[in-house]
């Protein structure tokens, strides 16, 4: 019954897509970027120009010369912190509502 209840879990990630975040831990550790995709189910994030791998494409047709291409690689969001240009802080958020009934993200730092 308990594994039913795991499955079933709405895999929520603390950021979305467009938003400027900055690595905490890995490899790129300190590192920002733009998220351009998320993996709601994986809970990974696609960072743009962060965690490049090298991909090896065959030719399609005769004639034509295989090809040596750099992808982004996800990250697990667990790395990944909001970051303000302005104030150059990483840090956790909070939600608050406006006059207007708006939820708008601010950060803590």
Do not use: F, W
């Not at 795991?6 to 467009?18: D, R």
């Not at 975040?21 to 189910?41: D, T």
């Not at 743009?48 to 090298?54: E, F, G, R, S």
């Not at 065959?58 to 909001?82: C, F, R, W």
Request: avoid cysteine.
């Amino acid at each position: 019954m308990n594994k039913i209840k795991i499955l079933n879990k709405k895999n929520k990630i603390h950021v979305k897509q467009g938003d400027q975040v900055k690595i905490i831990s890995g490899a790129h550790k300190g590192k920002v970027g733009i998220i351009m995709q998320v993996l709601q189910n994986k809970r990974k994030v696609i960072i743009k120009d962060i965690n490049l791998k090298t991909k090896h494409n065959k030719p399609g047709q005769e004639g034509e010369s295989g090809k040596i291409t750099m992808i982004e690689s996800a990250i697990d969001s667990s790395n990944v912190m909001l970051y303000d240009s302005n104030k150059k802080i990483a840090s956790r958020y909070k939600t608050i509502i406006n006059k207007e009934g708006n939820k708008i993200r601010i950060l803590k730092k």
